[in-house]
């Protein structure tokens, strides 16, 4: 079975709206390699629509430019994407499909298929709801040392308890905690 991690930047607060308001003080090469590793790891990504907006607008036009970061553009690029959408949706980037029918029976049909891991960077909605199914493997969070005060958290009040354990845990140079979770089991 096909194994789905998910990497989210959350503020000490909880918030995870809008991280490019907050989160690009405290990137580094540390949280690079991190962040790359988990995302290169995977040859499918799983997106919501407007975290895939985001990327189709960035990465491509990196890959091309040729910086720094042309090998993570580049490995995005060749890997299938597969985004989340209500909406009858037309793509530019290659590798791009919708993900059709219910979320919960697709993803579980997904990682029956055969490949390698599902990655998924941003996407709270697909998070949310993949950790409630039960279907979300790992959940890496880049705990930020800033407290933003509002915006969307990574779980709202009316969540039921979701059960995780510890996997693993660092802390980087300028005080992003990057932590490990997986299912609590039985």
Same mark, same amino acid.
């Given at each position: 079975?096909?194994?789905?991690?998910?990497?989210?930047?959350?503020?000490?607060?909880?918030?995870?709206?809008?991280?490019?308001?907050?989160?690009?003080?405290?990137?580094?090469?540390?949280?690079?390699? &991190?962040? %790359?590793?988990?995302? /290169?790891? *995977?040859?499918?990504?799983?997106?919501g +629509?407007?975290?895939?907006?985001?990327? !189709?607008?960035?990465?491509?036009?990196?890959?091309? &430019?040729? %910086?720094?970061?042309? /090998?993570? *553009?580049?490995?995005?690029?060749?890997? +299938?994407?597969?985004v989340?959408?209500? !909406?009858?949706?037309?793509?530019?980037?290659?590798?791009?499909?919708?993900?059709?029918?219910?979320?919960?029976?697709?993803?579980?049909?997904?990682?029956?298929?055969?490949?390698?891991?599902?990655?998924m960077?941003?996407?709270?909605?697909?998070?949310?709801?993949?950790?409630?199914?039960?279907?979300?493997?790992?959940?890496?969070?880049?705990?930020?040392?800033?407290?933003?005060?509002?915006?969307?958290?990574?779980?709202?009040?009316?969540?039921?308890?979701?059960?995780?354990?510890?996997?693993?845990?660092?802390?980087?140079?300028?005080?992003?905690?990057?932590?490990?979770?997986?299912?609590?089991?039985?």
């Amino acid at each position: 079975m096909r194994k789905i991690t998910a990497g989210l930047f959350i503020a000490a607060d909880g918030v995870v709206e809008s991280p490019e308001q907050w989160h690009f003080p405290y990137f580094n090469d540390e949280m690079g390699a &991190a962040v %790359g590793a988990q995302l /290169a790891a *995977a040859d499918t990504v799983l997106l919501g +629509r407007v975290t895939y907006d985001t990327f !189709a607008d960035a990465w491509p036009a990196r890959e091309d &430019a040729g %910086g720094e970061d042309a /090998a993570m *553009a580049k490995a995005l690029g060749d890997a +299938r994407k597969i985004v989340v959408s209500n !909406a009858e949706l037309e793509f530019t980037w290659r590798n791009s499909e919708q993900l059709k029918g219910d979320l919960v029976e697709a993803v579980t049909a997904l990682k029956q298929e055969d490949g390698g891991p599902i990655g998924m960077s941003g996407s709270v909605s697909v998070v949310r709801a993949l950790l409630a199914a039960g279907l979300l493997d790992e959940l890496h969070l880049f705990v930020h040392p800033i407290a933003v005060g509002r915006g969307i958290r990574l779980f709202d009040e009316t969540a039921a308890p979701i059960p995780l354990k510890l996997l693993g845990n660092t802390v980087f140079t300028t005080g992003v905690l990057h932590t490990v979770y997986g299912p609590a089991g039985e």
